[in-house]
């Protein structure tokens, strides 16, 4: 099959541009960018000579159909709610890396992305696709967050043993500076981030309703959460650490009990012995890493997960989307061994 990627040209795009370049079942379709049409990928990424040396060329919602058999839209959000109407109104398929289509009430999308939703109609048709938990089906797939990726995988094992208690939830993500994208910044400048660490978008983080309306298909108790967010000074990667209090009783084996769910998804690899992950054991994959341990003088449970916020957290889960969807092997095209050191 062959794939259009439209925001070609961001940090996501490109890593599509990689993962799509070894997929033996896909190829690169059409290339499109708003800003930068008018050269190769090749000359704009020079990384990708005698590699990949297609045109960028301005979006064409038109040509994209005619040429491709899906599209990949690797746009920052507030784009790509208002492209993908063409699309679905003819069937055709898409995988929507932003943000726009993730969350089911309208009014939660403006409260925390500050941008006027798409309609209901095509919000209610988006499949909320991690593929660990949910049933990948229909045209239209809307690819989770990066952090809620990672927050969501190390809470639903718990949350479904009913081992925690809800209201104790605290989580704290810690991302690389790729994960802001490619817009320079004052809070992404290199004299800011260099050995140095911020906090940001305090209670106000757009992942905040992802995570809990995923995790309210699982209890609708859960209401609200704690979760902060920190740029550290590395390229990529995110490290999420859950603090919650366990219900009385909860021991570690049950807890072990509760992550063995994972042993039948290939990407997510739970740590044995008390061991827990570091970033670099997952960069350049598509693994997310698990590794916890249990304080039983105060019932506190820590998890952490390490995931690559450019594949686990963006293209290469939506190429695992595409696997499912497409009927192919989950793991297709994404066995890459992690970059070590």
């Not at 109609?121 to 989770?144: C, M």
Request: glycine share 6%; aromatic share 8%.
């Amino acid at each position: 099959m062959k794939a259009a990627i439209v925001g070609v040209t961001g940090y996501t795009g490109i890593e599509l541009v990689r993962l799509i370049h070894q997929h033996p079942s896909l190829t690169l379709g059409t290339l499109h960018s708003h800003s930068m049409h008018k050269n190769s990928i090749s000359e704009l990424y020079p990384h990708l000579q005698q590699l990949c040396g297609q045109e960028v060329e301005a979006y064409d919602a038109e040509k994209i159909m005619k040429n491709n058999d899906l599209v990949f839209f690797a746009t920052p959000s507030g784009i790509s709610k208002d492209l993908v109407h063409e699309f679905v109104a003819k069937d055709f398929p898409v995988i929507d890396l932003s943000g726009d289509l993730r969350l089911k009430d309208l009014e939660s999308y403006q409260r925390w992305y500050k941008k006027e939703p798409t309609t209901q109609e095509i919000v209610d048709q988006a499949v909320y696709a991690l593929p660990e938990f949910s049933p990948i089906k229909g045209n239209l797939l809307s690819n989770p967050g990066c952090y809620a990726t990672a927050a969501i995988l190390s809470l639903v094992p718990l949350i479904q043993a009913q081992l925690i208690a809800l209201d104790t939830i605290i989580l704290d993500g810690k991302s690389g500076l790729s994960g802001a994208g490619k817009q320079l910044s004052d809070s992404s400048h290199y004299v800011t981030v260099d050995e140095n660490m911020t906090m940001y978008k305090l209670n106000q983080h757009q992942h905040i309703p992802e995570i809990i309306q995923y995790l309210q298909s699982f209890d609708a108790d859960l209401t609200t959460l704690q979760f902060t967010t920190s740029l550290i000074p590395i390229k990529r990667g995110i490290f999420m650490t859950l603090y919650a209090k366990v219900k009385e009783g909860v021991t570690n084996e049950q807890i072990q009990q509760a992550f063995d769910v994972y042993q039948t998804k290939p990407f997510v690899r739970v740590q044995s012995n008390g061991r827990l992950p570091e970033l670099r054991q997952v960069t350049g994959t598509n693994f997310c890493d698990i590794g916890f341990g249990l304080n039983e003088e105060n019932q506190t449970l820590t998890v952490v997960a390490v995931i690559d916020n450019l594949m686990k957290g963006a293209a290469g889960q939506a190429i695992q989307n595409f696997n499912l969807w497409a009927g192919l092997d989950e793991t297709c095209g994404l066995t890459q061994v992690p970059l070590f050191p």
